[in-house]
């Protein structure tokens, strides 16, 4: 492909980009404050699978990663492409159980969707540390979704060399993002009815 081709490309991929990510932004941050949605089935058996799917995108981007310093190019793109793979069926996972899922609190023991001041003690700092985590991930997993498709485009397009700038700190934001995932769904799972 020549180069005036793949920069035409790129632009139409990354105007595709950024309207996705706007799009997957205002559904995502729209979920918590819509109704929730009665599909006739209950959905409450998905946050182990997501977390699941966060965990398996984290180790093919850790394979990415070491195939990559191998110089197997090859092997490299199809780790990518599956860490993709696992972390759009998360995005989907994820919209579908929180459409049509009440909000789980951490330390809320009872299941009321209240947390008391009792239940607030019962956890402590704990529920501090929780809250850091989850405000990290769920702040950089929307602040990095553009630039891991402007990432990915970048190679696609063949522009080794911007993908490789751009993949130098978009790489360990997206593993953060992948390893916290299944990590609040752990300190969260006691909660889960």
């Not at 793979?85 to 789980?104: D, G, Q």
């Not at 522009?159 to 299944?182: E, S």
């Amino acid at each position: 492909m020549s180069t005036d081709k793949n920069l035409a490309l790129e632009k139409r991929l990354n105007l595709a980009a950024y309207l996705f990510s706007a799009v997957v932004l205002l559904v995502v941050g729209g979920l918590r404050s819509l109704p929730k949605v009665d599909l006739g089935m209950d959905f409450t058996f998905l946050p182990p699978f997501h977390a699941s799917l966060n965990a398996l995108a984290a180790v093919f981007l850790l394979l990415a990663f070491y195939y990559v310093k191998q110089k197997d190019y090859g092997r490299h793109s199809q780790m990518i492409y599956i860490a993709l793979f696992f972390s759009a069926l998360f995005l989907i996972s994820y919209v579908l159980y929180h459409a049509t899922s009440p909000e789980i609190l951490y330390g809320d023991a009872n299941h009321d969707g209240v947390l008391s001041m009792d239940e607030k003690a019962a956890v402590g700092s704990s529920r501090t540390v929780y809250l850091l985590l989850l405000a990290t991930h769920i702040i950089l997993a929307g602040g990095i979704l553009p630039f891991i498709l402007l990432t990915f485009i970048r190679a696609y397009t063949h522009q080794y060399d911007r993908h490789r700038k751009m993949a130098r700190w978009v790489f360990p934001l997206w593993l953060y993002v992948a390893i916290t995932g299944p990590l609040c769904f752990w300190m969260l799972k006691p909660y889960y009815q």
